[in-house]
């Protein structure tokens, strides 16, 4: 019997169907910002010079990045029937937790949440919140998450697998025409699934590490033609990656890169035969008690920006990473991820490809525990030898999941993604050794 089965045995029985209450914020919330403050931040954001720093923390994106329908088209991805009665159970002491953190800094839990620019944060265990905090949102807000939700699309994959319908040995072509005839024909659907498919055009890999800035780099050049950034003449966002090129073989480094969650749910719509928004409401958003409907933002062409440009709320969340916990049924009302998918994540990973890259080079001290020992896989950043699951994202957003404690972390940041907030989530993590 699996883990996670024997666990669910001991777990409180299914939550009832009923709204809750929210826990009160804390500080001044960005939902209070003047009109006139508002009108400034739109028309700033209206003037395509300022495109690119809508990926770095301001003033200006301190308020949109919990407001982007507000100045980008999205796409709604559906919560269904009454929400789950999340239980509270407050433990003053993931507070007092002390851990090492930027420039060697030791502060306690509490101290990290008011001193780095952390918007809001919780920690369920055992279907339970244990600690919960906003300080410039509410609980109703909803909150970029950035590529912390990469692993929407990379569990819709796993999904599919489980279910036969994709082979993750076969080429992306396979289920990408548009790339066939290109160098994709050499990359499987697994080296895309774990960003080491050998090609240039990365995000953070390339010989001048300017890619999310510098309008001659594919990388750039993709997102332009997604909208993300000033379009420059180019249209056909197939037609920039056909151009990429192999710089090794795949499989060998973990090299990061948004273009390949961007394909994967492209392989979704191409099985399932419908937009991605759709997809994920009916296999997952609809499925988990959620209490609020999330947003992709939309590309002018018509694609939804699952990799990252996803709003959800703190609670929601969390509830998607409780999927993957003995706690599932009781915090979510469904047991849509098998015991077997879990596995099969938590084992997929290769530690050998981990540490060359940039973002394997930049997590491991922030897991110093277990350095040496990490790899990724399924779009997840880090996966640890105990099994517990890491997604980050841009401005410090994450999501933190301990399937063999039965714990979830999930925090959203407007800072520059060098707050270690890793490193705090897994320090909550030991605790419970």
Do not use: C
Request: hydrophobic share 40%.
């Amino acid at each position: 019997m699996h883990f996670r089965t024997l666990m669910r045995a001991t777990v409180a029985t299914l939550a009832l169907f009923l709204p809750q209450a929210a826990s009160a914020q804390e500080g001044m919330s960005t939902a209070d910002t003047p009109l006139d403050r508002v009108k400034e931040i739109q028309e700033y954001f209206a003037d395509p010079a300022n495109a690119v720093s809508f990926q770095f923390a301001s003033p200006e994106t301190h308020y949109i990045w919990q407001h982007v329908s507000q100045i980008f088209p999205t796409a709604h991805f559906m919560r269904s029937g009454m929400p789950t009665v999340l239980e509270e159970a407050p433990d003053a002491s993931i507070g007092e937790i002390s851990f090492t953190g930027k420039e060697g800094a030791v502060r306690t839990v509490a101290e990290h949440f008011e001193e780095m620019p952390l918007d809001a944060m919780l920690v369920m265990k055992d279907g339970k919140i244990l600690y919960e905090r906003y300080k410039t949102m509410s609980p109703d807000m909803t909150h970029i998450t950035f590529s912390a939700s990469k692993v929407f699309s990379s569990t819709i994959l796993a999904l599919l697998e489980d279910e036969g319908k994709v082979d993750l040995s076969k080429p992306v072509t396979e289920y990408v025409d548009q790339l066939k005839g290109s160098v994709w024909d050499t990359v499987t659907l697994r080296e895309v699934a774990d960003m080491q498919t050998g090609l240039n055009g990365t995000e953070h890999d390339e010989p001048n590490p300017d890619s999310r800035t510098n309008p001659k780099q594919i990388w750039y050049r993709w997102a332009a033609t997604l909208g993300i950034f000033p379009n420059q003449g180019e249209s056909d966002t197939f037609a920039v990656l056909r151009a990429m090129e192999r710089n090794k073989p795949g499989g060998q480094v973990f090299e990061y890169n948004s273009i390949n969650t961007w394909l994967l749910a492209r392989v979704a719509e191409e099985v399932e035969d419908r937009p991605f928004a759709e997809i994920f409401t009916d296999r997952i958003w609809s499925k988990i008690g959620v209490d609020h409907d999330g947003n992709f933002i939309m590309s002018p062409n018509g694609y939804a920006l699952a990799f990252g440009m996803t709003s959800v709320t703190l609670r929601d969340f969390a509830r998607f990473g409780a999927m993957f916990t003995p706690s599932a049924e009781t915090v979510t009302g469904a047991d849509v991820i098998s015991d077997e998918i879990v596995e099969r994540i938590q084992s997929a990973g290769n530690p050998a490809a981990y540490p060359d890259g940039y973002v394997g080079h930049v997590m491991s001290p922030k897991f110093a525990d277990a350095e040496g020992q990490l790899s990724n896989a399924y779009m997840w950043d880090a996966i640890l030898p105990d099994g517990d699951l890491f997604k980050g994202g841009v401005g410090g957003q994450g999501l933190y999941v301990s399937p063999s404690k039965d714990l979830v972390a999930v925090w959203f940041t407007t800072g520059d993604g060098s707050e270690w907030n890793e490193a705090m989530a897994r320090a909550i993590a030991l605790h419970f050794d």
